[in-house]
């Protein structure tokens, strides 16, 4: 058959626009690209927020906090205890799921999806697992309180906001990480984890190749010890707090610089000053550039984003800016595989459905092996497509898109093809969804398309 | 187009040199080829004989049947010619019917059947839909009104004028259910694995793009060593055999009343290695529709299952070992209420001059015709209210359900 000879398709500037930098075409958003994509991509990268009505991470030390202290009082009363042991765990639950669903169902219907995608980068970059009780409630909370506010400005307010983060605290041990010369640990014999000063350097600023020492872990970690949380049932209220007392006393030296002790202002210091270092610019950049556009980014468009992070205080805007003007961000041949959450969200977008199923829509991102919040490692999920190309996670996608096309009975998929790819489709795959046996066929096989499967 | 209902003549006329324009004229208004008056049809409605709880179940095959591979007309000289490959291709001896035609040999269960005179093939009949678009046909055939309208469809509209209780065994209400005031959904709730189908489209379709193919291929691999084990078979859910079974338990539930039901089975759309692959679709077809019976139990007596695909396939093999979209295909009745045992519709012949557009099987009849007559008969529809289920076509006069 003539078709057999087709070549794959290269994608169209306004397809770039859409559907590599931001989740995907929803409604007539092609449309909108066409004339001038640079431009409408740049205009799409706008403040987001969530629903504030969901749970905050006090609420959920509070709730926390009430559950410690019954616990105490039910401690002879094993049949209740079991039953408070559930109630708390099923508000943390319930607080986890709501904040997750949000997040996804405000990707899904965003007209602005790229302000999403950002977030989603950040919120794996600074990645948090539902790790015990606890965790369950904070992890969804440090994307909303630290990272959101702080997405489309500079990178070291939003460093320091996670880094004070409750979420973040707890989940690397440093709430109880005291230095061993402060009075706390004299008097309680506590002492000193550099977990969560490892993870900043190594994850979140320098990266692993960063040229940093050993030495610059434990002098972080000093610099940062004091950093706690309150504890409800014994201080008022809850959330971030700084305990002097548990601050390692004197002057600290990271990367060769000095800091003077300032108190909570020394480890601040340290964050700031992290957050301008060239190789802090080079692992950053290169990660936005490795999840926006292709997993070997060329080192033009790399020196492009970099320069602009040193000479705009590492504003992310800027950054963006700087990755949607480079020339090497639209190369017309689509570069990279999706993601499974990347791949359930534009197709949500793309179908457009009219109802839609919370706990099917968590249920499809646990499928497809991407369950929020549930990465295990601070690492956060793998962005290589290398990793998300196996065979069995290719088979449950397409059991996944044969199943959301059964509910699909009206889809017309020739018109879901046109907006959500427009004209970046191949005569093959044109040929075979418009051949397709049954409407539901003609969708599954759009959705698990190369062109719809990669970006 | 002119309504042309007086039109007795239609048939000798029909079987010998319809040309397209005819074909065109005869599907948008009447069809009404093998009418007679129609009261005969409903006298029924005064028999005292009338099943308390009379069932339907619809069942859509989706992608196009071969008729000439499922009801053979070994009679006809010009298959093998038309044909070599695919008429040689049979891996067992053919199962004989009346008239010279034949069953398909995977087919055994509707054959035995047929020998119990509980099913009705009934060849070269048509929705009347005109192209061969499988989204359109699918559509047209679901909805009955002879246009597509996709928020009606004909067992919905049966079903509301008896006030019957409808199930779709799918995820969302297919179109034939649309429009119904009494229509529930069921489908098993796990991801299910999807139909093999589709893994041969999808390995067409990765054909340029190697790392998915790489990756399918190893899936299937995995996938075909997981199914040889029998107690994981089992897990699979969503296949025909599973969901006609449980079709048969929710129709025969005394609890909860439930008059009619409809099933979907894909992969039809043979353009390739057709004879294979039917062979393995006829036997998930058979089994699951023997499943529906066992299940049914004594409720089989007062059962009507209709199956029926959108449109038929070409006349010729294609250079594929397979068959492309075509026009005229085939309408099984099957089930204790029906008067079985014979094979209905008009032989329309397959030499040139008797192909519809020189290529594809000839209609001689309409779907909706023998369908609407099921209605009557089995549901006692008034012409009223056959009216409004399928208001372009009239019911033709033959005794299809036991009386």
Not at chain 1, 219 to 246: C, D, H, M, Q
Not at chain 2, 298 to 311: D, K, L
Request: charged share 20%; glycine share 6%.
């Amino acid at each position: 058959m003539s078709e057999n000879t087709m070549s794959s398709a290269v994608m169209t500037q306004a397809s770039i626009a859409v559907n590599r930098f931001g989740y995907g075409a929803r409604g007539d958003e092609l449309a909108l690209a066409k004339s001038s994509p640079k431009k409408w991509i740049k205009s799409q990268l706008l403040p987001i927020s969530f629903i504030t009505t969901l749970a905050h991470s006090n609420d959920i030390f509070m709730e926390h906090a009430r559950y410690q202290k019954q616990k105490k009082l039910l401690k002879k009363n094993k049949s209740l205890e079991t039953k408070m042991n559930k109630m708390n765990k099923n508000f943390a639950r319930t607080a986890l799921k709501e904040m997750s669903i949000d997040t996804l169902k405000q990707a899904i219907h965003s007209s602005h999806s790229v302000s999403w995608r950002l977030l989603d980068f950040f919120s794996n970059h600074f990645s948090v697992s539902t790790n015990g009780r606890l965790m369950t409630g904070l992890a969804a909370t440090l994307e909303r309180e630290a990272i959101l506010p702080n997405l489309l400005g500079n990178f070291e307010d939003m460093l320091l906001a996670v880094e004070q983060h409750p979420a973040m605290l707890i989940y690397l041990n440093n709430e109880r990480s005291f230095g061993p010369n402060s009075r706390i640990a004299k008097k309680r014999n506590k002492g000193l984890n550099e977990n969560l000063a490892r993870e900043i350097l190594e994850l979140h600023t320098l990266g692993v190749n960063g040229g940093y020492k050993q030495n610059d872990v434990v002098e972080l970690a000093k610099g940062i010890t004091g950093w706690s949380v309150k504890n409800p049932n014994k201080e008022r209220n809850a959330g971030f707090i700084f305990r002097p007392y548990g601050h390692e006393p004197g002057t600290r030296t990271l990367l060769g610089k000095k800091y003077l002790p300032k108190g909570i202002a020394q480890g601040q210091q340290m964050l700031r000053d992290l957050a301008m270092q060239p190789a802090t610019a080079k692992y950053l950049c290169y990660k936005l550039a490795h999840h926006f556009v292709s997993d070997n980014p060329s080192p033009a468009l790399l020196a492009k984003m970099e320069t602009t992070w040193l000479n705009n205080q590492g504003n992310i805007t800027q950054v963006m800016h700087a990755l949607f003007d480079a020339d090497e961000a639209w190369i017309e041949s689509p570069q990279k595989y999706k993601t499974p959450r990347d791949f359930i969200i534009s197709a949500q977008r793309a179908l457009a459905l009219k109802k839609s199923n919370d706990k099917a829509l968590l249920n499809s991102l646990i499928n497809l092996g991407q369950q929020p919040f549930n990465a295990g490692s601070p690492a956060g999920f793998s962005d290589d497509e290398k990793d998300w190309l196996g065979a069995s996670a290719l088979m449950a996608r397409i059991d996944w898109s044969t199943m959301i096309s059964g509910y699909l009975k009206r889809a017309n998929a020739e018109k879901v093809m046109k907006l959500a790819l427009g004209e970046s489709v191949s005569d093959l795959t044109y040929q075979m969804v418009m051949r397709a046996e049954s409407r539901q066929q003609a969708l599954s096989l759009l959705l698990m398309s190369p062109e719809f499967q990669r970006r | 187009m002119t309504k042309n209902n007086s039109n007795n003549n239609v048939s000798n006329e029909f079987s010998t040199n319809l040309s397209r324009r005819k074909f065109v004229k005869m599907a948008g208004s009447s069809l009404a080829l093998l009418s007679f008056p129609m009261s005969s049809v409903f006298a029924f409605e005064a028999n005292n004989n009338v099943r308390s709880n009379p069932k339907i179940v619809w069942v859509m095959l989706r992608g196009a049947l071969d008729s000439l591979h499922t009801i053979v007309p070994t009679f006809d000289t010009q298959l093998k010619n038309l044909r070599p490959k695919l008429f040689t291709s049979f891996k067992g001896p053919l199962l004989p019917l009346e008239k010279g035609f034949a069953l398909h040999p995977s087919l055994k269960n509707l054959h035995q059947w047929y020998q119990e005179k509980a099913l009705l093939p009934i060849v070269a009949v048509t929705s009347g839909y005109q192209q061969r678009s499988h989204f359109d046909g699918q559509d047209f055939l679901e909805s009955g009104k002879s246009e597509i309208d996709h928020d009606s469809g004909w067992l919905a509209r049966a079903s509301d004028s008896k006030a019957k209780r409808a199930l779709a065994v799918s995820r969302s209400t297919p179109i034939s259910l649309r429009s119904g005031k009494q229509v529930n959904t069921w489908y098993p709730s796990k991801l299910k694995s999807a139909d093999d189908d589709i893994y041969n489209q999808l390995n067409k379709l990765y054909q340029t793009d190697a790392m998915l193919r790489e990756s399918l291929e190893s899936g299937l691999a995995v996938r075909g060593l997981v199914e040889t084990d029998k107690t994981k078979k089992n897990k699979r859910q969503g296949q025909f055999i599973d969901l006609t079974k449980a079709c048969a338990k929710l129709l025969s539930n005394k609890d909860e009343r439930i008059d009619c039901a409809m099933l979907e089975l894909g992969g039809w759309d043979t353009h390739n290695n057709q004879s294979n692959r039917l062979e393995k679709k006829f036997d998930e077809l058979d089994q699951g529709l023997a499943e529906l019976k066992q299940g049914l139990g004594s409720e089989w007596q007062n059962t009507v299952v209709v199956i029926g695909t959108e449109f038929g396939r070409t006349v010729k093999e294609n250079g594929t070992g397979g068959t492309d979209h075509g026009t005229a295909s085939t309408l099984f009745l099957a089930g204790g209420a029906v008067n079985g045992g014979k094979v209905l519709g008009e032989w329309p012949g397959l030499s040139t001059g008797q192909l519809f557009e020189q290529r594809d099987l000839m209609p001689t009849s309409n779907s909706y015709g023998w369908i609407g007559n099921v209605l009557a008969q089995h549901w006692q529809l008034s012409s009223q209210e056959l009216k409004q289920v399928f208001p372009k076509v009239e019911v033709y006069n033959e005794v299809l359900i036991k009386t």
